[in-house]
């Protein structure tokens, strides 16, 4: 490879050096320079979403799926800020993504023309770092950096600004090479922190997002199975940091620190691990930890240890390699052990056995019960299968009944930006082809993100969307009911009916080249999503689910 090149080749240079082999983008004139240069670049692959949302959202996906940094490339400020809710929602998920948009020409951008803004500005409050690139001769090393800062703990997205002019100029630039880092190791000093743990009368473990982004899973559930602790999920979790299906598993924390303190009561140490703070939704007022309770917290990222509430062993470091070596010296020193794992057993059977039957129970109504729904959906799962989620109520509900043990099998944003589902799921497959994706989500979830159905189209993508289609905001209705609202007592929720009229997806996925259907009671939608898993391009199955205080009858 030559040292010098020019702009737009030594950028597709780095690009490759990175990893990178899909670019996700919506294009302007601004990047016409970088798409010319792709014209010689058959090896990178340029996936177009009709939307900058689903553009964000399938690099999202796909750097999770495939544990590397994506690549997009967004238009000016106008695109760039219909990317910003994916940016946001990588931000807080902590996915590593280089972002690009093409600045206005510099020879008349003091003239402020059309398409021009501060697109530093507009991309700062969303991202991890902005780099605004002014000459050719600095872009290869901002480059460099940009990809190296959002691997490095906390991951996250990272933008550069790149005037359309610099990547047209034909005077060659040095070409930066890649450096080596090295992962990062466990800490020194592990004695206080195993002392800790060892002596817990009943431990906990927390087991945050970073346990799964960081290929931990193994090793935390050896430090687990040595304790013999519980492991709740930290809430809202975007990923499987803890098998589904193991005894000592006791589900998700909700998401407020009042109900995050009573799970937490009857535990005297609590291991917080990859976890950043706790997630909380809605204010409670207290500290998530109850009172008395001693805590040990390990993050790769130092900023988090310690920052929402006191610890009394702190580590900083890479979570596989700390977990491995906690593991090696608590293994064989809790005698406990075999007896916490026997009687969790016995309680996550039970648990099973409950949640079972509930889900069975509410089968045969018309519309569907949500949790009869999302039970028949996780019934016709492949056990390879990716389960992408985005629907606010039915997802609480599918999580209780969902026993995913692989990593990578959830995908999930703790953004809170509406849209994504669609868009993850498709990056999902196509970072990952070989494992099936379904995506359950919400009907207002879906209209926000419905032109990624394009995308899914287009290229063919075998991804099954599942969307739970109750005509309305029902979490928010509810959450009006939690408080004895007004408009729970007049029974009238002003903008949050989607319906009537209903919304007909299936109308909708087939103006975009999907092939859809209506699920007409449980036994069909499993059997469309075990069909959908094995088909070779993608469908959408349109669900009529129970809304807040409607009535249903026998089907």
């Not at 991804?463 to 309305?472: H, I, L, Q």
Request: hydrophobic share 45%.
């Amino acid at each position: 490879m030559p040292s010098r090149m020019r702009p737009a080749d030594a950028m597709l240079a780095i690009l490759r050096d990175e990893g990178v082999r899909t670019v996700f983008g919506n294009p302007g004139t601004t990047e016409l320079p970088f798409l010319d240069a792709l014209v010689d670049a058959p090896d990178l692959d340029f996936v177009l979403g009709v939307h900058e949302g689903s553009v964000v959202a399938m690099a999202d996906g796909y750097a999770r799926a495939t544990g590397r940094c994506a690549f997009v490339s967004l238009h000016v400020a106008a695109g760039l800020a219909n990317g910003l809710v994916g940016l946001l929602n990588a931000s807080r998920s902590r996915t590593p993504m280089v972002v690009t948009a093409g600045q206005q020409d510099r020879r008349h951008l003091v003239h402020d023309p059309m398409l021009s803004g501060d697109l530093g500005g507009l991309a700062r409050a969303a991202v991890k770092h902005v780099f605004e690139v002014h000459h050719a001769h600095d872009l290869p090393i901002l480059l460099r950096r940009a990809f190296a800062l959002a691997v490095q703990p906390p991951a996250g997205p990272v933008f550069l600004s790149i005037p359309m002019d610099l990547l047209a100029e034909e005077e060659p630039v040095e070409l930066l090479g890649r450096s080596a880092l090295a992962p990062a190791g466990a800490p020194d000093r592990l004695d206080d922190a195993v002392r800790i743990l060892a002596g817990a009368a009943a431990p906990a473990v927390v087991a945050g997002d970073g346990v799964g982004r960081d290929g931990a899973v193994t090793e935390l559930v050896a430090v687990a199975e040595a304790l013999g602790a519980t492991v709740y999920h930290q809430p809202m979790h975007d990923g499987v940091d803890f098998p589904g299906s193991h005894p000592l598993h006791a589900g998700m924390l909700a998401p407020t620190y009042a109900a995050i303190r009573d799970r937490l009561t009857p535990h005297d140490v609590v291991f917080v691990v990859g976890c950043h703070a706790f997630m909380a939704h809605h204010y409670t007022p207290g500290s998530p930890i109850p009172p008395g309770t001693t805590v040990v917290q390990l993050d790769s990222d130092p900023a988090e240890v310690g920052r929402n509430f006191t610890v009394a062993a702190g580590l900083t470091g890479g979570l596989r390699p700390t977990l491995a070596a906690l593991a090696a010296e608590l293994t064989g020193r809790v005698p406990q052990a075999a007896s916490r794992i026997a009687a969790a057993t016995d309680r996550s059977r039970a648990e099973r056995v409950r949640v079972e039957r509930a889900a069975r129970q509410s089968y045969g109504r018309t519309p569907m019960e949500p949790l009869a729904a999302v039970h028949a959906v996780a019934t016709g799962l492949p056990d390879d299968a990716v389960v992408v989620e985005e629907a606010i109520t039915s997802g609480l509900l599918l999580r209780s009944v969902l026993r995913l043990d692989r990593p990578r099998s959830y995908v999930h944003t703790v953004g809170g930006g509406l849209g994504s589902g669609i868009g993850a799921a498709i990056g999902s497959r196509m970072g990952d082809p070989e494992r099936p994706v379904v995506a359950v989500l919400g009907d207002g979830c879906t209209m926000f993100g419905l032109q990624g159905l394009w995308s899914a189209a287009r290229y063919g993508v075998p991804v099954t969307f599942v969307v739970m289609n109750n005509g309305e905001y029902r979490t928010l209705k509810e959450t009006l009911d939690s408080w004895g609202s007004r408009a729970t007592a007049a029974g009238r929720y002003p903008g949050l009916d989607l319906a009537p009229p209903r919304l007909d997806f299936t109308r909708a996925a087939e103006f975009f080249g999907v092939p859809a259907v209506t699920a007409r009671d449980e036994a069909h939608l499993t059997e469309l999503v075990a069909k959908g898993a094995g088909a070779d391009g993608p469908l959408l199955v349109d669900v009529p689910v129970r809304g807040h205080g409607t009535a249903s009858g026998a089907g």
